[in-house]
Nanobody, 119 residues
């Protein structure tokens, strides 16, 4: 079974930076996508960024482009979300998730890590 562990959240002032990590284990497939999602209080979950394990191509939510960077260490099955120039509206629980490239749904999810950005 696939297990994901997200970490790195915390309290930071606006304009600051955090790096989230997602450590994975139990992979049985070689081609996959890792995604970062977030859910703010009272709002629906939204996709933040995703990256392919094969070519490293990445996609970002428009509101985080230029501020957030997703990266990977395939050998260690660890993925990161570097968050710079944080804004209060970035406050949310952040989740990492993984899906096979043969699937359309993110099947496996981490427990989430809370990011709080103060004004």
């Amino acid at each position: 079974d696939v297990q994901l562990q997200a970490s790195g959240g915390g309290l930071v002032q606006a304009g600051g930076s955090l790096r989230l990590s997602c450590a994975a284990s139990g992979f049985t497939f070689d081609d996959y996508h890792i995604g970062w999602f977030r859910q703010a209080p009272g709002k629906e979950r939204e996709g933040v960024a995703c990256i392919s394990s094969t070519d490293g191509s990445a996609n970002y939510l428009d509101s985080v482009k230029g501020r957030f960077t997703i990266s990977r260490d395939n050998a260690k099955y660890t993925w990161y979300l570097q968050m710079n120039s944080l804004k209060p509206e970035d406050t949310a629980v952040y989740y990492c998730a993984v899906r096979s490239t043969a699937e359309i749904e993110y099947k496996y999810w981490g427990q989430g890590t809370l990011v709080t950005v103060s004004s």
